[in-house]
């Protein structure tokens, strides 16, 4: 029974990421990135790992989905897309991660009997206490990069957005909007 589920989520969660990539409407891949994430979360849920899954679901689903579709209110996305073609070695490269990726998928529930832990779990411990564990001793720089790293995108991404704004609404009165707005200036 946890093999159906395994592969059912995997290729459920296969389908979401490929929909991600290949759509040109930029609600369809938001959606079907959301959907992805919670697929991912019902791996930790499989392997026990409950409080990875909530966190998942609330960290990625939640938080980071809010912050993409903020960041599509900047674009328009009511115009096509233009595509320049890339290399076919790109696509060839792709192509091998992908079905490289399908044989680890199916090979994965075969190696993982042999698989032990580094950290087995002990007794008495629940699971966020293990990750709290492990998270705050043996990862505690990486965490702490990738927070940085984190913080200096979110500012990037500010300073980027706030270079693309020419005018700010929140400063200008009605009659100001409303002339702009005749002009062409504005889209309201």
Known sequence: MEAIAFYTFAILTTVMFLITVMTSHALYALSALAAGMIFISAFFFLLGADFLGA?????????????????????????DVVEKRTSPYIIFGLSGVAALTVVAMFTAPIISDNITALYPAMEGVGNSQMVGMVLFTKYLIPFELAAIMLLVAMVAGIVL????MDV???TMSDEEIEREAKQGVLDV
């Open 55 to 79: 966190i998942q679901i609330i960290v990625y689903t939640g938080a980071v989905m809010a912050l993409y579709a903020f960041g599509m209110m900047f674009f328009d996305t009511t115009r």
């Open 168 to 170: 700010s609404l929140t």
């Open 161 to 164: 957005a706030g270079k693309k």
